[in-house]
């Protein structure tokens, strides 16, 4: 596939940022072709613009339904001939428009191992549930929550004294190792989804 990527976020963009760095040391072979935010207030919107990328907000209140924002990102997206959405940080379910647009084209980063805690707040959930590893997790989006199929997944430790701050913290230095790894392996590898699995194909000597 060609490596045009679509990046969509809702926040600070650090994942953004690492996938920017990523390719600007080399380690990435792609292009980022527009990031589109749904947020106006997001501080990756500035990273996107201080890096020279195209960067746009497409709201939800300029829309009347959730099938006509989605099917407006899409056009965005495919306007600029992307091959590849990333999600990095995106807060809002993917509906049928964006799937059918983009098949099994759609990655997500999501701050814990799944399947464990999915959805909101995954770091708060896995010191609550009192787990001794977590980590991050890459996956192809599908219409469920943080439910696809995985690429990647990086664990780190939980420690005693951990609160929140401090394990999103040290899960987000791996996400950020994490999420421009599994893109290249999208771009490189020969691969399908087989029921739940990512399936590398190993006939295709990757
Ligand atoms: C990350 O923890 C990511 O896993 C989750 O949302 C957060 C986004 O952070 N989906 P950033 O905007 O990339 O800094």
Redesign the pocket.
């Known amino acids: 596939m060609s490596r045009r990527l679509g990046i969509l976020?809702s926040?600070?963009?650090?994942?953004?940022q690492s996938i920017v760095d990523a390719i600007r040391r080399g380690e990435l072979e792609a292009e980022i072709a527009v990031v589109i935010s749904n947020r106006t207030e997001a501080a990756?919107l500035m990273r996107a613009r201080e890096a020279g990328l195209e960067a746009v907000c497409v709201l939800q209140k300029d829309y009347p339904s959730r099938e006509l924002y989605d099917a407006a990102v899409a056009q965005v997206l495919q306007s600029h001939h992307v091959d590849l959405v990333c999600l990095?940080?995106f807060m809002r379910l993917i509906g049928e428009p964006l799937l059918r647009a983009f098949p099994n084209r759609i990655l997500n980063?999501?701050?814990s191992l799944l399947p464990a805690f999915p959805g909101l707040e995954a770091q708060r959930q896995a010191l609550e549930y009192g787990v001794r590893v977590s980590g991050?997790t890459v996956h192809v989006v599908d219409a469920g929550l943080d439910a696809g199929a995985i690429v990647l997944q990086a664990a780190v430790p939980v420690m005693e004294a951990d609160t929140v701050e401090s394990l999103s913290a040290r899960i987000?230095v791996e996400?950020h190792r994490l999420y421009p790894r599994a893109i290249a392996l999208v771009l490189d590898a020969k691969w399908r989804v087989v029921g739940r699995r990512f399936v590398l194909d190993a006939a295709a000597g990757v």
């Open positions: 976020i926040g600070r963009g650090s994942n953004l990756g990095a940080g980063i999501h701050p991050a987000l996400e």
